[in-house]
C-alpha cells in the first residue's frame, strides 16, 4: 500500500508541516513504510495531487493522510478517482475538524501518526455533486459570501477559531440576503425564500453549530436544514437555538429534513453559491444536484475511537 502525506501548512493557528514532516519520515522508517510526503502550495492543491497520486498509482491501494483541517479533509476526498482502492486518514491540526466531532472515546488519538498508521476503517456516506465529495456538510446562504473570503476567514479563525464560522454567518445576517431557492429533495417541493439551507451527512457545522444530536454518517441519508425568510432579530435567535441543538425553539420557520437527493437552484437564475466544509465552491449553471453515496468512503480512525451513538 501507498502511504501518501498531505499536509496544509495554513491548517490551524500554526504552520506544523517541518515538524509534522520530520514525524512522518521517523515513524513510517520504524514500521518499513516508504512515505511520500507533499506540502500544499495552493488554494486546492491537495485535490490536484490526490488526482495526480490516483492515476499515478491507478494499480495499487493508496491511503491517504490528510494533515490539516475539515477543507484539506474535503479537498482531498474530492480528488479521489477510484474509492474501492482507497482510504484515507485525518490527522486533525486544524482550527474545527468538524467530521471527527461524530466519533467519541480518545479523540486525541486523531493527532498521533502511529494510531491512525495501525488505525481501523470505518466505511461513511458522502454528499455527491459531480467531482464534488463532501463528507460533512454542504450549505447556501448565510456565510457563503463571508467562507468564499479567504482573507478574511484566515484572520477571524486565528483570532476566534472556535467562533470563525459563526461569525461568519453573523456578518451575512447584517446584510439580510435572503434568496429564493427553487429546492425538490426526493422529487417533493420545497422552493422558498430562505435565509440558510444546510445539507448535513455529519454532526457539525463550524465547530459549534449542531442542530441534529444523532445524525449517523453512514446511514444512507442525508440531513437537510431550510430556515426560511425572517427578520434579523429572528435569525440571530435562530442561530443560537441551532448551535444550541434546540430546534425546537425556532418555531415553524425551520423545516428539518431527511432525505437522500436535494435538486437546487436560484430562481433568478444566478450563479448558485455553496459552501463545502468551509471551503468556497460554486455551481457554473447556477443548479446543482446533491446525493448520498452510500459507505463510499473508506474512512481510517484510531482502534481507541467510535462513532457515537444516538443516546451519546
Not at 486546492?44 to 479533509?73: A, Q, V
Request: charged share 25%; with cysteine.
Amino acid at each position: 500500500m501507498r502511504h501518501i502525506f498531505i499536509i496544509n501548512p495554513a491548517a490551524g493557528k500554526h504552520d506544523i508541516s517541518e515538524t509534522i514532516r520530520t514525524d512522518i519520515e521517523k515513524i513510517c522508517a520504524e514500521r518499513n513504510i516508504d512515505p511520500l510526503i507533499f506540502i500544499s502550495e495552493y488554494a486546492g492543491y491537495e485535490r490536484d495531487m490526490t488526482r495526480k497520486m490516483c492515476t499515478l498509482f491507478s494499480n495499487e491501494p493508496i491511503r491517504f493522510y490528510s494533515i490539516g483541517g475539515s477543507g484539506t479533509l474535503y479537498q482531498i476526498i474530492s480528488g479521489i478517482t477510484n474509492f474501492e482502492t482507497t482510504e484515507v486518514a485525518c490527522f486533525a491540526s486544524g482550527l474545527t475538524n468538524d467530521l471527527l466531532k461524530c466519533y467519541v472515546g480518545d479523540i486525541s488519538a486523531f493527532r498521533s501518526l502511529e494510531k491512525l498508521i495501525d488505525g481501523k476503517t470505518d466505511y461513511l456516506d458522502l454528499i455527491e455533486m459531480g467531482d464534488v465529495k463532501c463528507p460533512n456538510f454542504i450549505s447556501f446562504g448565510l456565510g457563503t459570501g463571508y467562507f468564499s473570503d479567504r482573507f478574511l476567514f484566515r484572520v477571524m479563525s486565528t483570532i476566534a477559531p472556535q467562533f470563525s464560522y459563526t461569525l461568519g454567518i453573523i456578518s451575512d445576517l447584517l446584510c439580510n440576503q435572503i434568496i429564493h431557492y427553487e429546492i425538490k429533495i426526493d422529487g417533493v417541493e420545497y422552493s422558498n425564500p430562505y435565509a440558510l439551507v444546510v445539507c448535513f451527512n455529519g454532526l457539525c457545522m463550524g465547530g459549534s453549530i449542531i442542530p441534529y444530536r444523532s445524525p449517523r454518517p453512514n446511514d444512507g441519508t442525508l440531513n437537510f436544514v431550510l430556515i426560511e425568510n425572517m427578520s434579523r432579530l429572528e435569525q440571530f435567535k435562530t442561530l443560537f437555538a441551532l448551535k444550541a441543538g434546540k430546534t425546537d425553539k425556532i418555531g415553524s420557520k425551520i423545516r428539518m429534513i431527511k432525505g437522500t437527493k436535494m435538486e437546487v437552484a436560484r430562481k433568478d437564475g444566478q450563479l448558485l453559491l455553496f459552501n463545502c466544509d468551509g471551503e468556497g465552491e460554486c455551481s457554473t449553471n447556477g443548479s446543482a444536484t446533491f446525493r448520498v453515496k452510500p459507505k463510499s468512503l473508506q474512512f481510517i480512525v484510531p482502534r481507541e475511537v467510535q462513532i457515537l451513538s444516538a443516546e451519546e
